[in-house]
């Protein structure tokens, strides 16, 4: 057994079963959803690459920050209303991300540079079980034009391509209902709740 029990406390049969089949991970839901097969879950993508390359937009992959601008991609969090993060933390956490995705403009325009990230996802991940998606951001100027969806709709694929199939992540209030509607994703799934450390305290120093 998993779950030997406590001194003095004798588990229920039913905790038991509870306890043993959430194998280490949130709990018997999550154990069930980090063992389906990827393949039932994917839904592909809603517009292909080629849709993006006519607005002068591409895709590019990968968890590494070299020959990357941390201060372009600043720029793009200050525009969503994400708060600027020191240079050097920021490039250690793509370097630590799973997979990234960055939308990145191939010709100038009014809108951007040719190289300037235009729209960004990041997801991290144990490689095995589960994933979370972390920093997604569309410029406003780029939104209203399936950017959004298409760089989640990618992420996704990318995780399900490695059986990664437990996929999490945090949402402001105001975009639930687009990962509801058209990514397939469920808030509080089975009454399961996301919970911060020491959220109301005060700042950290800088």
């Known amino acids: ?28 839901r999550d154990a069930m959803r980090s063992g389906r097969d990827a393949e039932t879950l994917r839904r592909g993508v809603s517009r292909p690459d080629a ?3 006519d607005m002068g937009l591409a895709f590019e992959y990968g968890a590494s920050a070299d020959g990357r601008d941390m201060e372009q991609l600043n720029k793009l969090f200050s525009s969503v ?8 933390k920021l490039r250690k956490a793509i370097e630590h991300s799973h997979v990234c995705v960055w939308v990145t403009a191939q010709r100038d325009s009014r ?11 990041r997801a ?11 920093d997604v951001a569309v410029a406003p100027q780029w939104q209203r034009h399936g950017i959004g969806v298409g760089i989640m709709e990618r ?14 992540l945090y949402a402001e209030k105001k975009v639930v209902p ?20 020491r959220f109301d305290s005060r700042p950290y120093a800088s």
């Open 155 to 168: 992420i996704v694929d990318r995780l399900l391509d490695e059986g990664i199939t437990n996929l999490n």
């Open 111 to 121: 809108f951007a540079k040719t190289g300037e990230p235009v729209a960004f996802a």
């Open 124 to 134: 991290t991940s144990d490689g095995v079980f589960t994933a979370t998606v972390w």
């Open 178 to 197: 687009l990962y509801q509607q058209k990514l397939g994703f469920k808030e509080n799934p089975d009454g399961t709740r996301a919970m911060t450390f």
């Open 1 to 28: 057994m998993n779950v030997p029990n406590a001194p003095g406390i004798a588990m229920s049969d039913a905790d038991r079963a509870v306890a043993d089949a959430s194998d280490g991970v949130f709990g018997k």
């Open 81 to 88: 209303g994400f708060t600027r993060r020191p240079e050097e």
């Open 51 to 53: 849709y993006f390359a």
